[in-house]
């Protein structure tokens, strides 16, 4: 049956940012899709552990270095036995002029949204391999993986950067029955955005320009993220598929 293929009954997945936004969407998605959910954030996910009981586990992880990464693996494999899909979500922005954007907006925006991702990703992949099965990976990038945005500049090269290695990735490790895809989240209605939905002027030019005539809301990516979590997308590879109510195309 084809609706069999979305399960993830007895996965086990990774998912960063797991107490806020579209995060918590995706871990609620995974869980009623049937997955175990070992959701890493920096502050207690307390509401997301509450919507999902026992399917959820919750590991503490600032993903602003490299060093948390093997104890966040050792703690989802010590509680669910093995890790079967992995969504890179934890991200941030920082808004400056460029003119003057500081080193200290560039560096913080880069750690977690690419050098973080990419080593977290790297030693999934490792463990994947050490299993056997396969797996797959989700990273979520943005409209400025495709765009240029104004006054994010370390932000557009973190997700253009990610759209970039998720195909680097996908060409590696294809060979081994992994997937690495990407979801392009357009404007979305979470703290990510709050500044942006604040600015009178640059909210309305946006959601002119949004041909849904909406912001998104966490449910609107659940579908994509099961879709490429899920065995339906195994010849899915190296593709970021844009969530974004028809801003790209427009
Ligand atoms: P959000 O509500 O701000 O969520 C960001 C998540 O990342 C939060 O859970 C946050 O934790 C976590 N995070 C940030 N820095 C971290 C760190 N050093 N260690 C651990 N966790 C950290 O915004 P969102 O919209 O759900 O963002 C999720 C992803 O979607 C991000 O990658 C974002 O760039 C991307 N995105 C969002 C939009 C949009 O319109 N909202 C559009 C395109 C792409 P805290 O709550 O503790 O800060």
């Not at 991702?117 to 943005?142: M, Y």
Request: aromatic letters at 8%.
């Amino acid at each position: 049956m084809i609706l069999d293929k979305f399960s993830l009954k007895g996965k086990v997945a990774i998912v960063t940012g797991s107490n806020t936004g579209l995060g918590q969407g995706i871990c609620r998605a995974f869980s009623e899709a049937g997955a175990l959910v070992a959701g890493v954030s920096r502050r207690p996910s307390a509401e997301t552990a509450e919507m999902l009981g026992a399917s959820f586990h919750n590991i503490i992880a600032d993903l602003s270095t490299c060093g948390v990464i093997d104890g966040i693996i050792e703690e989802t494999v010590k509680k669910f036995g093995r890790v079967d899909i992995l969504v890179n979500n934890a991200g941030v922005i920082k808004r400056q002029d460029s003119i003057e954007f500081s080193e200290e907006n560039w560096d913080s925006v880069l750690n977690v949204n690419l050098k973080t991702v990419f080593f977290l990703t790297q030693a999934v992949a490792k463990q994947f391999i050490k299993q056997g099965g396969g797996g797959k990976i989700i990273n979520i990038a943005s409209m400025l993986s495709y765009q240029g945005g104004v006054r994010v500049p370390s932000y557009t090269a973190s997700k253009s950067a990610i759209r970039g290695i998720t195909m680097t990735l996908a060409n590696e490790w294809a060979k081994y029955g992994i997937n690495v895809n990407g979801i392009a989240p357009g404007y979305m209605a979470t703290n990510n955005t709050e500044a942006l939905r604040q600015d009178g002027e640059r909210s309305s030019d946006i959601l002119a320009r949004i041909p849904a005539g909406r912001w998104g809301t966490p449910a609107d990516l659940e579908g994509a993220a099961v879709f490429l979590a899920s065995e339906a997308s195994d010849y899915v590879n190296g593709f970021t598929l844009a969530v974004d109510g028809g801003w790209l195309g427009r």
